[in-house]
C-alpha cells in the first residue's frame, strides 16, 4: 500500500511538472511572437497572443493551483515535496504574469503597426532573445533542480538592465531630436521595460529554485 | 487533545494574519512616503523608504513563507484552511511587490528632486491615493473574508488607470512643447505606470479573496 501511495504521489508530481512545462512554452512563444509581430508589424500574430495564447495561460495557471491544492490535501507532503508544490505556485503565478506582459506588448505592437517606425528595430529584439533565454533556463534549472543553472541565469539580469538603459536612452535622444516622434517612442521605451520585468521574473523563478534546492533564500542577499 | 490542537491551529492563524497585516501596514506606509518624498522632495523621506522599510518587508516576506510552510508541514489543513494558506502565501508575495513599486518611486523621487519640476504634481498625488486605498481595502477584505468590499476594490481599478492615461497624455503634451523635459517627464510617466501596477496587485489581492470566499476564480472573467 505504502508503495502504491508513493507511486501515485511520484506520477501525480510528473503531471504537475508537465502541465507547468507546457505553460511555460506556451509563455515563451508568447514573448518571442510578441515581439516578432512588433518588428513584422503582423498584426495577426499580435491578435493570437492576445485572443488565443494568453486565455489558454489563464486556464492552465487556475487548472494548476487547484492541482497544487488538491496534491497538499491528498498527500499532506512533508519537507522537500511541501517545498516543491509551493515553489510550483509561485512559478505558476510568476508565469501568468509573463504572459500579462507578452500580451501588453502585442498591445502596444498593434499600436505601432499603423504609424512609421521610429527607428530600425535591432536592440529590442536582442533583448527579447535574452529574456526568453532567461525564462527557459530558469525552467529548466527548475525541472533539473540544477542551481548552478539557476546562478547563471540570475547574473545575466543585469545585462537586459544594461539594454533597458541603452534603449531608453537612445529614444530619449530621438524625443529631443523630433518631438513628433514622443507617443511612438514611449511605446518602445515601455516595450523594454516590459522586456526587463520578464527577466526579473525569469530572475525570481531562478532565485526560487536556489531557495528549493539550497533551503535557503538567496532573494533579497544582492 | 482535538480540542488543544485545534486552539493552536487557531492561534498559529491568527498569527500568521497578525504578520501580514504588519507587513501590509509598512507597505502601505512605503507607497505614501514614496509619493509624499515626491512632492516634497524630501531625499530623507525616500532614503527611509529605500534603507530602511523595504528590507524589513523583504525579511517579512521570507519569515511568512516560512511560517506558511511549517504550518502547512504541522497540521496538514484541508479545504478551507489550505485555502486560506495558499491565499496568504499569494498576497505575501504580492506585498513584497509592492514594496518594490515604493522602492522605485523613491528612486525616481531622489533622481528628480535635483531639476526643476517639470509641472506642479497634482493628479500624481490623487492617483497615489486612490492606489493605496485599493490596497487598504483589498487587505480589509481579506482579513473580514469580506467578497463585496473585494468587487469594490475590483470596481476602483478603471478609475486609476483612466488617471494614468490621462497623467501620461498631460505629460506627453509638456515634452513636445518642450523637449528639454523629456527625461523629467518620463519618470513621471513612470511614476503613474508604478501606481497603475500598485492598483493591478490590489485587484488582485481583492480577486484572490473573492475566490477564497466563493470558491471560484473570478480572475480572468472580466
Redesign the interface.
Known amino acids: 500500500l505504502e508503495e502504491r501511495f508513493s507511486k501515485m504521489l511520484e506520477s501525480h508530481v510528473t503531471e504537475l511538472k508537465e502541465q507547468l512545462l507546457y505553460m511555460a512554452s506556451i509563455v515563451e512563444r508568447m514573448i518571442g511572437e510578441s515581439i516578432d509581430s512588433l518588428v513584422e508589424r503582423d498584426e495577426a500574430m499580435a491578435r493570437r497572443v492576445i485572443d488565443e495564447e494568453e ?1 489558454k495561460v ?2 492552465l ?2 487548472k494548476i ?1 487547484e492541482m ?2 488538491n496534491f ?2 491528498l498527500y ?1 507532503p ?2 522537500s515535496d ?2 516543491m508544490i ?1 515553489m510550483v ?2 512559478i505558476n ?1 510568476d508565469l501568468e504574469r509573463l504572459g500579462d506582459h507578452a500580451v501588453n506588448i502585442a498591445e502596444r505592437a498593434i499600436s505601432l503597426m499603423t504609424k512609421p517606425p521610429v527607428k530600425p528595430l535591432i536592440d529590442i529584439p536582442v533583448m527579447a532573445k535574452k529574456s526568453v533565454d532567461m525564462v527557459r533556463d530558469s525552467l529548466n534549472s527548475f525541472t533539473k533542480a540544477d542551481p548552478e543553472l539557476a546562478a547563471d541565469v540570475r547574473s545575466r539580469d543585469d545585462e537586459v538592465d544594461d539594454l533597458k538603459d541603452q534603449i ?1 536612452r537612445d529614444l ?1 535622444a530621438y ?2 531630436s523630433d ?2 516622434t ?2 511612438r517612442a ?1 511605446e518602445l ?2 516595450i523594454a ?1 516590459h522586456l526587463e520585468r520578464i527577466a526579473d521574473l525569469a530572475t525570481n523563478i531562478a532565485e526560487d529554485v536556489i531557495f528549493m534546492v539550497k533551503g535557503e ?1 538567496v ?2 542577499l544582492w
Open positions: 486565455p489563464n486556464d495557471e487556475i493551483d497544487c491544492i497538499l490535501a499532506q512533508e519537507a511541501l517545498r509551493t505556485m509561485r503565478n531608453t530619449v524625443i529631443k518631438p513628433s514622443v507617443e514611449l521605451i515601455l521595460r533564500s532573494k533579497h
